[in-house]
Structure formats: structure tokens, C-alpha cells
């Protein structure tokens, strides 16, 4: 008998309790009741994590293939089965309101992206009026190149790419004619939300309208030389905001083509979109008309320069910097970087640029937005943790704000029962330091003005440093409300200065423009500096502008649903639900529950209040009377409740909430598809002093990493990441692309991956140093494509590494040596020990070998070429992989798909491979590079042990929809039940 333990996640405890202390107690508990059971339970014992009462409702994406043709049943993973597709019955939920499918009211565009072209030259729109702005701002078409299209998401993203620094329009037509196409034209210059007046706060699906002001006159209909008529779909801001003449047909229209149509049919696939970017550009670069190239590179944002490798970006960066400096050119550079994916690509980028003998002139030109790349930088790539009281001290002294020896301050600050006596000398003494600082800065006052967050306060500087240079001296010598208030400041410190400094520390930028980020930091702190009597009153204030500040960012998701009449009224609902809320709750004051709710994603608030709309939450005095007369608020508050708890859980780890952690929740919280439950265990799981570095990455991965679609990670990823800051730092410094395919070579094993990151970092140090960043990186492109030297030269370094430690070492065998393995070693046991000790692909290879010869007895490998397989693109997206799909072996009797796997327990298959399996058994034949068209009636997944092979049974059955088998330890093929 298998003994099955449901572990609690929440424990109630009395109310007059503070909140640190339940949570405290509640991890205790907790961790107490999982260690007792673990000690007792049995080898085949089964640990569930159960929460009672606030169980939600398991969601998974829904599938077209396990959907029945009549519709009536659809297909799950059975329990009893061993998770093997049941088809249960379809029913109508009740008590629903659906919204209204979307639909479109006229005909457009429709075409293969393989279409798409972008033409070297003006429109036939060149200086067409498009719209005229208040104060007769007028926008007209100016482009010398143009993109034409069949698709509204792909002219969106042709506008970013060919137009993204500056302002674009979408126009349709010819209409009324049979050949329909979208043409992506520039305008005269830029348009930016931020001068913009938005609309009228009507909303349109989820969002709030811009451009439906009366005093924009618009140009609705634009010409071509043949009297054609184009529509105007929209036009975008610098900063992707889209606007519409006054018609909200016209946006619902926009609104409707976005959602519709086959995903595939969306997407620019890079091998495409470089050359159509670029290909114009590298040509003038190629023929040295450099200034021109400039021009053209000023004209593009960061989603164009992310089509390019990182030397690729260097070069341009060069090219930006020789040429004669505007604005356009400073703003190029900041795209540039904004597209580097990570702290490697930038010092490699930047290494080649000092090779060329041009670091220098590059920093020393970016004049106008020098703070702006300064903080980019810093944002991107710094150290991720806050600016140290070390720090402040060191730069007071540089500054000549605060004396360098204990002697100094002790002749002038003593502590005495009754706190610090402070010499009047003291103050006259920091206040002609002051003085002295200011005098010094001199003709830099206007650039510090640039850089301070307020500017308006630097009349008062003088009084400011002199506060702030006595409050250090006395938090030096360890006087508790100094230290505790010079901290609070830090905490206060606007982020964009941290981040300038950051940036200039990344950069390694020094000498006179060091000086004036620093100048501006000292600035920035003694602008926050209050007296020790107004601090009591800025905390006893606080609790109530926080609140007010929770409930308009809650308030603004409910005017996007335009509600906006109804605020006063939602205000105070949600003022009471969270009275009730957190009377069940491990929160504090409901201060905190609005609080936390104002940064869950914005589909929680949404759903919330909704559910709340028609609801008398007023009139309900407990949760357990919410729950009877409402509940299906009662559920989504829970639900709210819940994620707000897993926040908080992250807030006391951390110390603080910060742009990274909310952000990276959000992501987390909204496209992971992780219960509330994992949701807080995973919160509960990342170290406090890692926690900002674990979030960056978070919000820097993709959104294919999360959920549970193609190359989606799963819960156990994130929780293993969690505990891995070298990891972390290496995603953070490499990318996500660098670092997936690095975590692939290492078999999907964090062990064996950090293994390999200590062998880079040896070989790291044998490079040259001068030559380091650039030969790292481009050591790091030849492991992220496969290449065999790059890999044997890494295997090397492990066992460099395994030598000197007395380990076994990883061997890598060619194809021969492989057969030979396998023609004397029939035994599957013996194949398994030896496949521990080679790399990933080596004993990936061994296996299927072995099977080839002992369980199909031949070798038939299929290739499947996408460019040849067109009838796969009609089932959901067509073929993942960007070239060819290669089975392991082809059943020519049956027309099955085998693909052998030695996995452990641990590693999980490729998804993008089960999607393109499934699909090809969908379609039901392929064409094959040999040009035959062969039957694929069936996929099946054979694994070297049996649990590898339940380990993987569910995600194979759900989302490959194959069958799983298994070799037994006599080496006989087995299906799972």
C-alpha cells in the first residue's frame, strides 16, 4: 500500500497576532510537520501540498487534437491510467456571460509572410497629409523606404523595426480592389505620447482610446499616383502608442484583426526581417558611405537592432560615432544597448570598439543623452542591490563633506546619556565644507541640474549638506536614530540616480563625468534630508498617502474598463474588502492588502472587480457571509488574497518591493501557470539576497519561457533556479538564449551546468586580457550553435577540473566507437552506467544506437524538411523547428515515429519537438527530404528505463499525445500503462 500525505500550506492563527509573527510561526509549523513526515513515511510514500478551502480550480491550456470531431468529448490525462488520455463530456457552463466573439466588418488583407517586402525608396504617399495636431503641428509621410504586407500585427511589427525611433502609419487599400495590401509608411517626425493629450477615456477592448479628440483633424483617406484610395488604420507614437480618427468602429475593427487569424501568420521570422532591415544599410557601410548608413541606423530602435549579432551592433556603434553627432544618432546608441541581451554581449560589444581605438570618442560624443544611456545601462546590466551606506560615506569624504579619520569627528560629536553633543564648530566648520563643494563644482552646476531629480532645491544645498554631513559623522560613530535615518534615506534615493551611477560603473566611464554622477548623487540625497521632528511625522503619514496611492493604481485598471464614473463607489468597496480580507489573513492592516493587491497583475484586479460590481460588499460584515451570498467574489478575493500573501512572502525575504521584484511577479503570476500554492513556494524559495537579482531575469526571459506552450519552463526550473545565484548571474550577464543552450549541452541538469560554468571561467582566464570579453563571447556563440570544437574544448576544462578533484571524467566517442560499444554490449543495464559519464549528446546518441540494433534491428532515420512540409503550417503554427526535424527511426510496416530517449527521472523532452510530432500525426503523411510522402499513424516515445518513463508519461500524453515505452532491465521493449 502507497501511503499518500496531504501537507498544509496555510495555518489560521488569532488575529490580535502581528503578521511577521504568523508568518514566522506558520513556516515553522510547516516546515516541522513536512520534516516529521518525511522521517516516517516509507521509500514509495507520495507528498501532496494541500490547501483546505482555498483549493483552485487546475487549468490547462486547451488543445484542438484532444477535441472529438463531433466536439462532445475532450481529452485528459486519466488518474487511474497512469495519466493516459480519457475523453470526458463537454458541458455548457452555466450562469456565464460570454463575451461577444470578436468579428470583423470588412474585408482585409490576407497572405504568407514569405510576401512581405520592404521597398528602397519614398511611397507613392511621400508627403501625403496624415493628421494636424493642436498648434498646427502637422504630420505628413517621409520616408525613403517603405514595408508592404498582407498582415495588421505584421505591419505593426514592421513600423517598430524599419521606424521604431520615430513615428509611423498603417494605411489599407487600394480599397474597393480584389488585391488588398497594408503599407507601413515613416512621417516627418516624431510623435511622443508625453505631448500628446490622450483620449477621451472611452475604452475599447480593455484600453483607453488616444486620438478621438475633436481638435485633431485627421486625414482619414490618403492617394496613390493612380487614384487609389488607402485607409488610415492608425498611427504610432515614438513609444508604440497606436491612434485612430474618430471613428470606434474603426478601433474595434484594429482590435478585432489583432485577435484573429493563425497565430503563425503573425510572426517575422529573423532570417527575414534582418536582411530587409539591414540589407540596405550593410550595402552603404560596404561601399564606405558611412554618414548615410548613420542616418538610416538613426531611424531604427532597439526590436531592429536585436535582428543583429553583437559584433554586428559594435560596428554600428562605431559607425554612429564617427559620424557627426545629432540627437538621432545619440538616441541610435541608446537603442543599440537597450538590444544587447546581457552584461557579456555588452563588454564584448564594447571590447571590439576599444579595439578600433574608439571608446573614448563614443562616450565623449553621447553628450545630450548621456544620463539616458547612463541609466539603461545601469537599469540593464548593474548590480542589482541597493547603493551602500559604505558608499555614501566614501563619497561624503571625497566630496570633503565629512572628515576620513575618527579623530576629526571625534573632536567636534560625543555621545552622552542623553544622545550627542555637537560642538558648534561642527557646523561651522560642515558649513564652510559646504560652501567650499558648491565652489568647487562651479560651471558644472548646469549639468548637475541635468541630473538631479530636483533641481529645484539646490538654492538650499548648502543647509541640506550641512544636515547631512553632521546626521553620517554621528551615524559613524554608531548614534542608532543617525544610522537608522541615514539607511531610510538611502532607501529613498531616486532610482534613476542609482541607476546612472551603476551605468557609469559598467561603462567604466571616469574622470570629469564620473565626478558630476557623483556630484549628482550627494545632490539627490541632501535634497531628501528632513529633520529628526518631521520624520515622525512623514511615518505617521505614511500608512495613509500609501493607501492613497494603492487605490488609484487600482482605481486606473477600473477607468480602463471605463468605469470611470463609478470610482468613488469601487473605492469604497474595495476599502471594506479588504477589511474582511485581512481578518483571514497573515497580512498585517488592510492598508497592506490594498497595498499588495494594487501590484498583483492586472487581470486579477480586473476579474476582482467584476466580480464586485453588482455585489453588497458593504452590507457584509465577515468573509464566511461574503462567501454565502457572494461567492464568486468570495473566490476571486481568495484567489487575490493568495497572490497577495505569495508577494508579501517575497516583500519580507527581500526586505522591500522594487520595480524588479513587482514586475517579476506579475510575469510570474500571469503567464507561468503556476497555482497559488507553487506561486508562494517558489516566493518562498528565492534567497532575500538574490531575490532582485532572481527577478531582473525574470522580467528579462521570454514569454515562450512561461506557461505551458513550446519551449515553456515548469515550476521545478524556477524553483531550482531559485537556490542557483551563479546560475542566475549567468543568465543575467549571458541572456536567455546563451544561457538555454548552455543549460541544454548540459543534459537540462543545474549540476552539470554550473560544472561547465566553472570550466568556462577557467578558460576564460587563459585568454588574453586585453582580448577577454570578446573571445569569451565568441566562445559562448560557438557553444550556443552546436559547434563540436567549442564543445570538446569545454569537455576538456570539466575534466581538467574532474582530474584534479579525483572524479571520473566525461568522454565523448565518434559514431565507430559508439557501433563498437554497442555490438559488444547488448546488456541495457551496462549501456545505462555507461552513458552517465559522456556528455549530453554522446550518450544520447549510444542509446539510439542500441536501440536500432537490439529493438528495431535496423536504422531508418527520416529527415523532415520544413520548406517541403507547407500542409504542416495549417495545424496550430506548422513545424517549430526553424530547418528540418530528424526521427530517430521510422517504422515503415507500421508508419510509427520512434523516438528513443535516455532520460533520468529529472530531464524532461524537448517540447518543441513533441509539438512537431504531434502535428505531423495530425496531418497524417510527410513529405521526406527524399521526396517520398510517408504515413505517420502514430508517435512513440521509447525510454531506457521505466522511471524516466514515468516521469515524463503525462507531458508526453498531453502534449506530444504519443505513446510512452520503456526498456526493461532483461532489455525488453515494454509500453506504459
Known amino acids: ?19 511577521d509573527v504568523r508568518l514566522r510561526l506558520q513556516t515553522v509549523i510547516l516546515d516541522s510537520i513536512r520534516r516529521v513526515a518525511e522521517q516516517s513515511a516509507g521509500d514509495d510514500a507520495q507528498f501532496v501540498a494541500e490547501s483546505p478551502g482555498r483549493v483552485e480550480p487546475v487549468r490547462e491550456r486547451f488543445t484542438a487534437h484532444r477535441l472529438n470531431p463531433e466536439r462532445v468529448t475532450y481529452a485528459i490525462p486519466s488518474y487511474d491510467n497512469g495519466g493516459a488520455p480519457t475523453n470526458v463530456p463537454l458541458k455548457e457552463a452555466k450562469g456565464t456571460a460570454h463575451a461577444a466573439p470578436a468579428r470583423l466588418r470588412w474585408r482585409h488583407p490576407h497572405g504568407n509572410v514569405a510576401d512581405d517586402q520592404v521597398v528602397n525608396k519614398t511611397s507613392v504617399f511621400e508627403d501625403q497629409l496624415i493628421a494636424i495636431f493642436p498648434g498646427w503641428q502637422a504630420v505628413r509621410v517621409h520616408a525613403d523606404r517603405y514595408a508592404v504586407t498582407t498582415n495588421l500585427n505584421r505591419a505593426i511589427i514592421w513600423g517598430n523595426m524599419l521606424f521604431g525611433a520615430r513615428s509611423y502609419a498603417i494605411l489599407e487599400g487600394p480599397i474597393g480592389q480584389a488585391h488588398l495590401r497594408y503599407y507601413v509608411v515613416g512621417t516627418t517626425h516624431a510623435l511622443h505620447a508625453r505631448d500628446l493629450n490622450p483620449g477621451t477615456g472611452l475604452a475599447v477592448a480593455g484600453g483607453e482610446v488616444w486620438g478621438l479628440k475633436r481638435r485633431i483633424h485627421w486625414q482619414p483617406q490618403l492617394h496613390d499616383d493612380q487614384h487609389g484610395s488607402f485607409m488610415l488604420r492608425a498611427l504610432f507614437t515614438a513609444e508604440g502608442q497606436p491612434m485612430w ?39 552603404l557601410i560596404a561601399a564606405e558611405k558611412t554618414d548615410e548608413a548613420a542616418r538610416k541606423l538613426a531611424e531604427l530602435d532597439a526590436a531592429a537592432f536585436a535582428l543583429v549579432d553583437w559584433d554586428v551592433k559594435a560596428q554600428y556603434l562605431i559607425i554612429l560615432t564617427d559620424a557627426w553627432t545629432l540627437e538621432a544618432e545619440e538616441i541610435a546608441v541608446i537603442e543599440i544597448l537597450k538590444s544587447i541581451s546581457g552584461r557579456l554581449e555588452l563588454d564584448a560589444a564594447l571590447g571590439l570598439i576599444k579595439q578600433k581605438g574608439k571608446y573614448d570618442k563614443l562616450f565623449r560624443d553621447v553628450n545630450g543623452q548621456i544620463w539616458a544611456l547612463l541609466i539603461e545601462v545601469g537599469k540593464r546590466f548593474g548590480d542589482p542591490g541597493p547603493l551602500s551606506y559604505r558608499f555614501l560615506v566614501d563619497l561624503l569624504q571625497e566630496a570633503g563633506l565629512v572628515p576620513r579619520d575618527w579623530k576629526d569627528i571625534a573632536k567636534y560629536v560625543t555621545l552622552g546619556p542623553a544622545g550627542p553633543v555637537i560642538s558648534a564648530n561642527l557646523w561651522v566648520e560642515t558649513e564652510e565644507a559646504a560652501r567650499s563643494f558648491i565652489e568647487f563644482l562651479g560651471g558644472a552646476l548646469e549639468g548637475i541640474a541635468m541630473l538631479v531629480a530636483h533641481p529645484d532645491k539646490l538654492l538650499e544645498g548648502i543647509a541640506q549638506l550641512v544636515k547631512l554631513g553632521v546626521m553620517v559623522q554621528l551615524a559613524e560613530m554608531g548614534y542608532p536614530p543617525a544610522v537608522t535615518f541615514v539607511a531610510n534615506i538611502l532607501k529613498q534615493l531616486a532610482p ?68 470611470a464614473a463609478e470610482v468613488e463607489q469601487s473605492a469604497a468597496k474595495l476599502e471594506h474588502l479588504a477589511r474582511l480580507l485581512q481578518k483571514v489573513s497573515v497580512l498585517n492592516h488592510e492598508n497592506d492588502v490594498l497595498r499588495l493587491f494594487s501590484h498583483l497583475p492586472e487581470e486579477d484586479i480586473v476579474h476582482l472587480a467584476r466580480r464586485m460590481e453588482s455585489a453588497d460588499v458593504q452590507a457584509v460584515q465577515s468573509m464566511a457571509e461574503l462567501t454565502a451570498k457572494h461567492p464568486e467574489l468570495a473566490e476571486a478575493a481568495r484567489h487575490a488574497l493568495d497572490r497577495a500573501e505569495a508577494l508579501y512572502r517575497l516583500e519580507t525575504r527581500a526586505g522591500k518591493l522594487s520595480d524588479n521584484l513587482v514586475a517579476g511577479f506579475q510575469k510570474l503570476a500571469s503567464r507561468s501557470g503556476f497555482n497559488n500554492t507553487e506561486l508562494f513556494n517558489l516566493m518562498e524559495a528565492i534567497p532575500g539576497e538574490h531575490a532582485e537579482l532572481y527577478m531582473r531575469i525574470i522580467r528579462g526571459m521570454p514569454d515562450s519561457a512561461f506557461g505551458r506552450g513550446i519551449g515553456a519552463r515548469g515550476y521545478n526550473f524556477f524553483a531550482n533556479l531559485a537556490q542557483r545565484p551563479q546560475s542566475m548571474r549567468f543568465m543575467a550577464d ?32 587563459k585568454m588574453p586580457v586585453d582580448q577577454r570579453a570578446v573571445e569569451y563571447q565568441r566562445l559562448l556563440d560557438r557553444l550556443a550553435r552546436g559547434d563540436a570544437a567549442a564543445a570538446d574544448e569545454l569537455r576538456t576544462a570539466v575534466n581538467a577540473r574532474r582530474a584534479a578533484a579525483g572524479r571520473p571524467l566525461i568522454h565523448s566517442f565518434s559514431a565507430a566507437d559508439l557501433d563498437a560499444i554497442v555490438e559488444k554490449t547488448p546488456d541495457i543495464k551496462k549501456i545505462r552506467e555507461l552513458a552517465k559519464e559522456m556528455d549530453p549528446s554522446t550518450r544520447g546518441s549510444l542509446f539510439e544506437r542500441w536501440g536500432n540494433r537490439y529493438v528495431f534491428k535496423q536504422k531508418n532515420k527520416v529527415r523532415v524538411v520544413k520548406a517541403d512540409n507547407a500542409h504542416l503550417e495549417e495545424i496550430e503554427g506548422g513545424l517549430v523547428t526553424d530547418v528540418y526535424r530528424e526521427m530517430d527511426h521510422y517504422d ?80 525488453m521493449l515494454q509500453l506504459l500503462r
Do not use: C
Not at 474603426?250 to 497565430?263: D, H, I, M, Q, T
Not at 500609501?546 to 477600473?558: F, I, N, P, S
Open 1 to 19: 500500500m502507497r501511503n499518500i500525505y496531504n501537507l498544509p500550506t496555510k495555518i489560521n492563527f488569532p488575529e490580535s497576532l502581528s503578521s
Open 734 to 765: 549571458a541572456g536567455y538564449e546563451t544561457f538555454s543552450a548552455l543549460y541544454r549541452h548540459s543534459n537540462y541538469d543545474f549540476a552539470r551546468f554550473e560544472e561547465n560554468l566553472q570550466a568556462l571561467e577557467d578558460l576564460a582566464q
Open 245 to 283: 480618427p474618430a471613428s470606434r468602429e474603426l478601433v474595434e475593427e484594429f482590435y478585432n484583426e489583432l485577435k484573429l487569424g493563425r497565430p503563425q501568420q503573425h510572426l517575422i521570422p529573423r532570417e527575414l526581417a534582418r536582411p530587409l532591415v539591414f540589407g540596405e544599410i550593410d550595402q
Open 496 to 563: 534613476q540616480v542609482v541607476y546612472g551611477f551603476k551605468g557609469a560603473q559598467v561603462l567604466g566611464i571616469s574622470g570629469s563625468m564620473l565626478r558630476r554622477v557623483k556630484w549628482a548623487i550627494v545632490w539627490e540625497v541632501a535634497s531628501w534630508f528632513i529633520g529628526i521632528g518631521e520624520i515622525k511625522a512623514a511615518i505617521s503619514g505614511a500608512g495613509v498617502t500609501e493607501k492613497l496611492a494603492a487605490l488609484g493604481r487600482l482605481l486606473r485598471v477600473l477607468r480602463l474598463l471605463g468605469k
Open 892 to 971: 515503415t510496416v507500421t508508419g510509427e515515429i520512434w523516438d528513443t530517449k535516455l532520460y533520468d527521472k529529472d530531464t524532461i523532452p524537448d517540447r518543441n519537438q513533441l509539438h512537431d510530432y504531434r502535428i505531423m500525426e495530425e496531418a497524417g503523411e510527410i513529405r521526406a527530404a527524399d521526396g517520398r510522402m510517408l504515413p505517420i499513424n502514430d508517435v512513440n516515445y521509447l525510454f531506457s528505463d521505466i522511471e524516466a518513463a514515468r516521469a515524463n508519461a503525462s507531458l508526453i500524453r498531453v502534449e506530444g499525445g504519443g505513446s510512452v515505452w520503456y526498456i526493461d532491465d532483461m532489455g
